[in-house]
Each structure stands twice: as structure tokens, then as C-alpha cells.
Nanobody, 120 residues
Framework: QVQLVESGGGLVQPGGSLRLSCAAS????????MAWYRQGPGKERELVAR???????VYAGSLKGRFTISRDNAKNTVNLQMNSLKPEDTAVYYC??????????????WGKGTLVTVSS
């Protein structure tokens, strides 16, 4: 089993910044792509950002420019830098490892999430 553990969530004021990290139990070089999703209160889970093994990134249109996904190969982590946070960014943020090769074939794995609350 692949484990993904998110950290860095918390309470932040509007306009503030947070940096989330997702630590993987395997080398992120072996993961086709890693992504951040979020699920706000009463909302469906949505893609925030994705980075593939080649370093190519995809962002939700409304978040591009405020959020940045990056990876630290040495630490096996994928990070999400969030700036100019708004109350509507309040959500549980999940890390997802996509198309990871296991003995049972390719599978996706999710972390348990970290709560981000943007409020004054």
C-alpha cells in the first residue's frame, strides 16, 4: 500500500498564505502524477492542481496564479503553495497519487486530507 500524508493545514486570515505538503511512502519518481484536490462544505471534491512525472502542471482555472504545485524529490513530497487565500478556499485538501503501479495493476491512492479554514 502507498501512503500519502498531508500536512500544513490550519486557520488563516483572508489574504494570507499556507503551504501544504504531501509526503509519499514511495519515491515520487515512480508515480505518474500527483494532484491536490479539495472538498468544501457541501461541495463535491474538485481538482486543485496536478503535476505529472515530467513536471507538467495543470491548475483549476480559477486558482491559477494564486496556487502553485511543486515537488521536492529529495523529500518525496509534493507541495501546494496557496496565496491570497479567500474564504471560499475553505476546504479539506487531499493529496492523490495517480496511476501508481502495484502488483495488482495501476491504482490511485488518496491521503486522509488536511483542513484549511480561511476566516477572519
Amino acid at each position: 500500500q502507498v501512503q500519502l500524508v498531508e500536512s500544513g493545514g490550519g486557520l488563516v486570515q483572508p489574504g494570507g498564505s499556507l503551504r501544504l505538503s504531501c509526503a509519499a511512502s514511495i519515491s515520487i519518481f515512480t508515480i505518474n502524477s500527483m494532484a491536490w484536490y479539495r472538498q468544501g462544505p457541501g461541495k463535491e471534491r474538485e481538482l486543485v492542481a496536478r503535476m505529472n512525472s515530467g513536471g507538467n502542471t495543470v491548475y483549476a482555472g480559477s486558482l491559477k496564479g494564486r496556487f502553485t504545485i511543486s515537488r521536492d524529490n529529495a523529500k518525496n513530497t509534493v507541495n501546494l503553495q496557496m496565496n491570497s487565500l479567500k474564504p471560499e478556499d475553505t476546504a479539506v485538501y487531499y493529496c492523490k497519487g495517480e496511476r501508481i503501479l502495484t502488483i495488482s495493476g495501476y491504482k490511485d491512492f488518496w491521503g486522509k486530507g488536511t483542513l484549511v479554514t480561511v476566516s477572519s
